[in-house]
């Protein structure tokens, strides 16, 4: 087959898409709708200035790791590699299994429903239910996932322009606010006892979809020269706005107001902006679409390397053929993250993300370290000094004692679901041959039936490949690796 006509993944990134995809995907609700828990709880305008910095070092020491560990392994599928290469096949399995579960479609379902939420701040009330929110939020989803289906240009071209609109909405917060400073009109906050775990889970979530499913050097053209840049111009670009966004806050709201506003960028646009103050939904709307469109973009590459290696189904290692975008993954993230949206629970999505993170956490840091130490043979064109890891190691265990100190029932949920895929994993995966006895019809026949319908839908040639002819699929050429 001709080298430019090999059936692969679109790798469709230089700088500046990298950086608007990446800040696209970091400023999402978080800024717009959150009270400034961590401004409140620390009393002091300079001293909560410093802690906004907390997220935003959490994941650049977590970076640092993270390119060494694509450096090693620069394939398609980020966590999910690198845990297999460090750890093996299992967890691997388990970090897919809770990728699929848990991360990235609560993810996904929180972004669509605070989308609608602004988007249905133009309706009159009385005019919209809480099913026909949701079915507003199903329509966004598949919508952004029928686009990243389409062709990976057409989306970064559109992430652009919706990074841009997220700076303007952000700018006008900014310079509203300095001006109150201007005028002396500085509320001064007070403490409160909103959870600071809640706080620093919910940033990192916002700053973990663009390091950690971005950077996978697969997914970037020139990545040696894209990855430095683009990381380096977005932490400073995206910090720089999350201070001045929440100072410009204070200036004009008192901490009693935040904590009781549903959408604290509106409450400030009443109070500041008049009559123009119904551009900021509509803004705040395009803004979390953007981070939807842009976490979507990235996210399904573990999917697709997860069924590459045989891990899951061998449907999802397929691509459209014309359009080579992995559209299994896309559909198989959806359905989950309607199911999310139906439960209308997104407090519980965001903790039970907030304790998946901090063990992800852990793991990468393990992983640096496991490598260092087994496989230092292998060639690293990044290698990090070995403080880096250790730190992150550190942090990440402190903050995973903090989550379950403060969120006992979400970690109970969470590390239930990734003990689930345990049985999964031995039955679907690890059980190639099993034993004559156990296949006999007089011994655990309910059990036989339920490996083999389990085996028939998830693994069989027969019906991947009713699929594919389906829905115009086939596997990618090649290794998957990138050539330097």
């Given at each position: 087959m001709d080298h430019q006509n090999e059936l692969k993944l679109h790798r469709e990134f230089g700088v500046v898409s990298a950086i608007c995809l990446m800040v696209g995907t970091m400023v999402g609700s978080a800024i717009f709708i959150s009270p400034s828990s961590i401004l409140i709880n620390s009393g002091s305008v300079g001293l909560s200035l410093i802690m906004w910095f907390i997220p935003g070092v959490l994941t650049l020491l977590v970076i640092f790791c993270f390119m060494e560990l694509a450096s090693i392994a620069p394939r398609a599928g980020a966590e999910y590699v690198y845990f297999r290469v460090a750890f093996g096949d299992i967890a691997g399995f388990l970090f897919a299994w809770t990728n699929a579960l848990i991360l990235l479609p609560a993810f996904y379902a929180i972004l669509a429903m605070t989308a609608t939420y602004y988007i249905m701040s133009y309706v009159d009330p009385e005019c919209m239910s809480e099913s026909g929110a949701s079915v507003i939020s199903v329509m966004l989803l598949v919508s952004i996932a029928a686009l990243n289906t389409v062709y990976v240009k057409y989306?970064?071209?559109?992430?652009?322009?919706?990074?841009?609109?997220?700076?303007?909405?952000?700018?006008?917060?900014?310079?509203?606010?300095?001006?109150?400073?201007?005028?002396?009109?500085?509320?001064?906050?007070?403490?409160?006892?909103?959870?600071?775990?809640?706080?620093?889970?919910?940033?990192?979530?916002?700053?973990?979809?663009?390091s950690f499913h971005f950077i996978s050097f697969h997914f970037i053209s020139f990545h040696f020269r894209t990855v430095p840049i683009s990381i380096g111009v977005t932490m400073m670009l995206v910090s720089l706005l999350y201070i001045m966004t929440n100072v410009a806050y204070f200036t004009v709201m008192t901490p009693d107001e935040i904590i009781h506003s549903p959408a604290v960028a509106m409450t400030f646009a009443d109070k500041t902006l008049g009559s123009f103050s119904v551009i900021i939904p509509l803004c705040v709307a395009l803004s979390v679409i953007g981070t939807l469109n842009g976490s979507m973009l990235a996210g399904s590459r573990v999917f697709f390397a997860a069924g590459r290696d045989g891990l899951f189904p061998e449907i999802f290692a397929s691509i459209h053929v014309k359009y080579r975008t992995p559209v299994p993954a896309l559909v198989a993230k959806c359905l989950v993250a309607i199911l999310y949206i139906m439960t209308d629970d997104s407090h519980l999505l965001i903790n039970c993300q907030g304790i998946v993170l901090t063990i992800n956490f852990i793991l990468i840091a393990t992983a640096v370290l496991s490598l260092k130490h087994n496989a230092s043979h292998i060639k690293r064109p990044v290698s990090v000094p070995i403080a880096v890891p250790v730190l992150c190691l550190v942090l990440g265990v402190g903050l995973f004692v903090l989550g379950v100190h403060q969120q006992p029932f979400e970690s109970l949920v969470v590390m239930g679901l990734i003990a689930s895929g345990l049985p999964v994993y031995a039955i679907g995966v690890a059980w190639q041959k099993k034993p004559e006895a156990f296949t006999s019809v007089y011994s655990m026949f309910f059990l036989r039936i339920a490996c083999d319908v389990l085996t028939?839908?998830?693994?069989?040639?027969?019906?991947?490949?009713?699929?594919?002819?389906?829905?115009?699929l086939a596997h990618t050429d090649g290794d998957f690796e990138v050539q330097y």
């Amino acid at each position: 087959m001709d080298h430019q006509n090999e059936l692969k993944l679109h790798r469709e990134f230089g700088v500046v898409s990298a950086i608007c995809l990446m800040v696209g995907t970091m400023v999402g609700s978080a800024i717009f709708i959150s009270p400034s828990s961590i401004l409140i709880n620390s009393g002091s305008v300079g001293l909560s200035l410093i802690m906004w910095f907390i997220p935003g070092v959490l994941t650049l020491l977590v970076i640092f790791c993270f390119m060494e560990l694509a450096s090693i392994a620069p394939r398609a599928g980020a966590e999910y590699v690198y845990f297999r290469v460090a750890f093996g096949d299992i967890a691997g399995f388990l970090f897919a299994w809770t990728n699929a579960l848990i991360l990235l479609p609560a993810f996904y379902a929180i972004l669509a429903m605070t989308a609608t939420y602004y988007i249905m701040s133009y309706v009159d009330p009385e005019c919209m239910s809480e099913s026909g929110a949701s079915v507003i939020s199903v329509m966004l989803l598949v919508s952004i996932a029928a686009l990243n289906t389409v062709y990976v240009k057409y989306t970064t071209r559109i992430q652009v322009l919706l990074t841009s609109m997220k700076v303007v909405a952000l700018a006008i917060i900014i310079i509203t606010g300095f001006v109150q400073i201007c005028n002396e009109e500085v509320k001064t906050p007070k403490k409160s006892a909103i959870s600071l775990f809640h706080f620093i889970s919910f940033h990192f979530i916002s700053f973990h979809f663009i390091s950690f499913h971005f950077i996978s050097f697969h997914f970037i053209s020139f990545h040696f020269r894209t990855v430095p840049i683009s990381i380096g111009v977005t932490m400073m670009l995206v910090s720089l706005l999350y201070i001045m966004t929440n100072v410009a806050y204070f200036t004009v709201m008192t901490p009693d107001e935040i904590i009781h506003s549903p959408a604290v960028a509106m409450t400030f646009a009443d109070k500041t902006l008049g009559s123009f103050s119904v551009i900021i939904p509509l803004c705040v709307a395009l803004s979390v679409i953007g981070t939807l469109n842009g976490s979507m973009l990235a996210g399904s590459r573990v999917f697709f390397a997860a069924g590459r290696d045989g891990l899951f189904p061998e449907i999802f290692a397929s691509i459209h053929v014309k359009y080579r975008t992995p559209v299994p993954a896309l559909v198989a993230k959806c359905l989950v993250a309607i199911l999310y949206i139906m439960t209308d629970d997104s407090h519980l999505l965001i903790n039970c993300q907030g304790i998946v993170l901090t063990i992800n956490f852990i793991l990468i840091a393990t992983a640096v370290l496991s490598l260092k130490h087994n496989a230092s043979h292998i060639k690293r064109p990044v290698s990090v000094p070995i403080a880096v890891p250790v730190l992150c190691l550190v942090l990440g265990v402190g903050l995973f004692v903090l989550g379950v100190h403060q969120q006992p029932f979400e970690s109970l949920v969470v590390m239930g679901l990734i003990a689930s895929g345990l049985p999964v994993y031995a039955i679907g995966v690890a059980w190639q041959k099993k034993p004559e006895a156990f296949t006999s019809v007089y011994s655990m026949f309910f059990l036989r039936i339920a490996c083999d319908v389990l085996t028939l839908i998830l693994f069989t040639a027969t019906v991947t490949l009713a699929l594919q002819k389906t829905f115009m699929l086939a596997h990618t050429d090649g290794d998957f690796e990138v050539q330097y």
